[in-house]
C-alpha cells in the first residue's frame, strides 16, 4: 500500500477531525500531495494541495479558512486538519500524490489512497 489514509468518523456541526496520509513512495519529500473527497451521487472534487517542502498550498473555496494541509517529510505524513465542520464537508476523503502539481490538481495522480469516511451530522 503506497498511501493510507486514516482518522474520519462521524462528527457534530461545528466539531473538528484530523485526517492523516502515510506515504511509503521513494519520492514522498519531493512530491506534491493533496486530498479530494467524493460525497455520495456526485464527483470527486479537489480539496488541498501541498508542496513537497510544505512552502506553498491550495485550497478549494469552499474550505478555505476552515481547513490546513500540512506535512511531516520526517514521518512520510500529511495531514488534513478540518474545523468548522459543515453537513456538505461529508464525503469519502481521499489522499494523491504526484510529483506533477497541475496533474495532481486536475485529478489524475499517480497514487491515490483508499480513502477515509467522514460525516457531519447536524
Known amino acids: 500500500v503506497q498511501l493510507q489514509a486514516s482518522g474520519g468518523g462521524l462528527v457534530q456541526v461545528g466539531g473538528s477531525l484530523r485526517l492523516s496520509c502515510a506515504a511509503s513512495t521513494s519520492t514522498f519529500s519531493r512530491d506534491d500531495m493533496g486530498w479530494f473527497r467524493q460525497a455520495p451521487g456526485t464527483e470527486r472534487e479537489f480539496v488541498a494541495q501541498?508542496?513537497?517542502?510544505?512552502?506553498?498550498?491550495v485550497y478549494e473555496d469552499s474550505v478555505k479558512g476552515r481547513f490546513t494541509i500540512s506535512r511531516d517529510n520526517a514521518k512520510n505524513t500529511v495531514y488534513l486538519q478540518m474545523n468548522s465542520l459543515k453537513p456538505e464537508d461529508t464525503a469519502v476523503y481521499y489522499c494523491v500524490e504526484d510529483g506533477s502539481p497541475s496533474r495532481l490538481r486536475s485529478g489524475g495522480a499517480d497514487y491515490w489512497g483508499q480513502g477515509t469516511e467522514v460525516t457531519v451530522s447536524s
Open positions: 501541498i508542496t513537497g517542502s510544505g512552502g506553498s498550498t
